[in-house]
């Protein structure tokens, strides 16, 4: 599926400096081979760079490229001095992998994450029709049992219902195969409507300028919150990006303490604070750890819980606030954990949320614990919102990025 974080950075764009001619150009035969030099003193400008810990010295002459070939070609001069108050290094583009490996990879187990929804659905509508020669009342029945069973909904399952039996009046249906493409359409009609009616589908859609990207995560306590933030973290940085996690649930004791786990592990820095403290006042610190290290991603924890929804809601408002004034356009996305084993009343904690916070994705956890996996179509038809991860298994890359045209195949094929 290519890259799992698909944000422009700076690895994206590597200056040769081809079209600025140098200032002094010096000289040199090509076929002249000299001996090495000894080093001479640094200009100020220089020594001013090379005094950052984590910054090498460039070189002050261009050298020829070398006689083995490299992925990419050796930066030439810059069209404009180095920022000295950046104290990262350009990251080297990374070569593409070989996608058609990656794919296999990735459908396959996709297709294994979904294999108990796959035969709660599949296999049930085979049984179905077997041996019927024609679709009637009952079958149409025991279909929408079939449907309702796999937690498609109550809403999704009556429109596909209703257009089957309208094809089958009209002698366009015949035979199973048919059956599956109609029901293979809706359900990817709805995910992919659901992808680019309002929300956040991409975050290539947050011009690569804006740092840090400030990602909320909501959900209640239980549905994989934490372990979400921690695969983020992981297989974002494992990009070659900076990662910054910041604790702001302090109102459950074990929450940073989880935190603090998932941060060791994929060797991300962690901001937080001791418990009761104001959450705003650990997104400001927060805010400005990521601003001073230039930080690409800041991913905020935040309290999993509606026992009190008037405070949830004065809570994130506040975070909002305190984000947008210190990052352009923060929070660039608000996304809300939902446990797929908890089906319907999933879908419930979904639409408490949609009150108390300005939702812009889902993340869809523990899809390859549940026979129900066909929530995922239920929460897209009625929040109208993006899927924008799933979680398939336990490991860090098991988080993979949502596509519902893979999904809706894994669940027939």
């Known amino acids: 599926?290519?890259?799992?974080?698909?944000?422009?950075?700076?690895?994206?764009?590597?200056?040769?400096?081809?079209?600025?001619?140098?200032?002094?150009?010096?000289?040199?035969?090509?076929?002249?081979?000299?001996?090495?030099?000894?080093?001479?003193?640094?200009?100020?400008?220089?020594?001013?760079?090379?005094?950052?810990?984590?910054?090498?010295?460039?070189?002050?002459?261009?050298?020829?490229?070398?006689?083995?070939?490299?992925?990419?070609?050796?930066?030439?001069?810059?069209?404009?001095?180095?920022?000295?108050?950046?104290?990262?290094?350009?990251?080297?583009?990374?070569?593409?992998?070989?996608?058609?490996?990656?794919?296999?990879?990735?459908?396959?187990?996709?297709?294994?994450?979904?294999?108990?929804?796959?035969?709660?659905?599949?296999?049930?509508?085979e049984d179905v029709v077997k041996g019927r020669k024609e679709i009637d009342a009952s079958t149409l029945d025991e279909l929408e049992e079939a449907l309702i069973s796999a937690d498609i909904g109550v809403q999704t399952t009556t429109e596909i219902i209703e257009d089957v039996r309208a094809k089958v009046n009209r002698q366009s249906l015949k035979d199973v195969d048919e059956l599956k493409r109609v029901i293979k359409q809706h359900l990817l009609d709805i995910l992919e409507k659901a992808e680019h009616a309002r929300g956040v589908a991409s975050e290539a859609s947050v011009p690569d300028d804006v740092r840090p990207y400030v990602m909320m995560i909501v959900g209640v306590n239980g549905t994989g919150k934490t372990t979400t933030i921690g695969k983020l973290a992981q297989r974002i940085k494992g990009e070659g990006n900076d990662v910054l996690i910041c604790a702001a649930d302090t109102f459950r004791a074990a929450a940073t303490d989880q935190l603090a786990i998932w941060a060791a592990r994929a060797d991300v820095p962690l901001i937080q604070q001791r418990q009761g403290t104001d959450p705003a006042a650990v997104l400001f610190d927060a805010l400005k750890a990521a601003s001073a290290r230039n930080s690409d991603v800041l991913i905020v924890d935040t309290a999993g819980r509606l026992h009190n929804k008037a405070n949830l809601m004065a809570e994130l408002d506040k975070m909002k606030r305190v984000a947008s004034r210190e990052v352009k356009g923060a929070p660039h996305e608000t996304l809300l954990v939902i446990d797929a084993v908890t089906g319907q009343n999933g879908l419930s904690q979904a639409r408490e949320f949609l009150r108390t916070a300005n939702v812009t994705g889902l993340v869809l956890t523990k899809l390859d614990g549940t026979a129900k996996g066909g929530i995922a179509v239920a929460i897209a038809k009625e929040l109208n919102l993006p899927i924008r991860y799933c979680g398939i298994g336990e490991k860090a890359d098991d988080l993979v990025v949502f596509d519902p045209k893979t999904y809706v195949d894994g669940l027939f094929d």
């Open 1 to 125: 599926m290519g890259l799992f974080w698909k944000r422009k950075n700076k690895s994206d764009f590597i200056s040769l400096g081809l079209n600025t001619p140098l200032e002094e150009p010096v000289a040199v035969p090509a076929a002249e081979a000299l001996p090495e030099p000894a080093p001479e003193p640094a200009s100020p400008a220089l020594t001013e760079i090379s005094s950052q810990p984590s910054i090498s010295q460039p070189p002050a002459v261009l050298e020829s490229a070398p006689a083995a070939p490299q992925p990419v070609p050796p930066p030439g001069p810059t069209t404009a001095p180095f920022d000295v108050r950046d104290t990262k290094l350009p990251r080297p583009a990374t070569p593409a992998a070989p996608q058609p490996v990656e794919d296999e990879t990735f459908l396959r187990r996709f297709r294994r994450a979904i294999v108990s929804t796959r035969e709660t659905l599949a296999s049930r509508i």
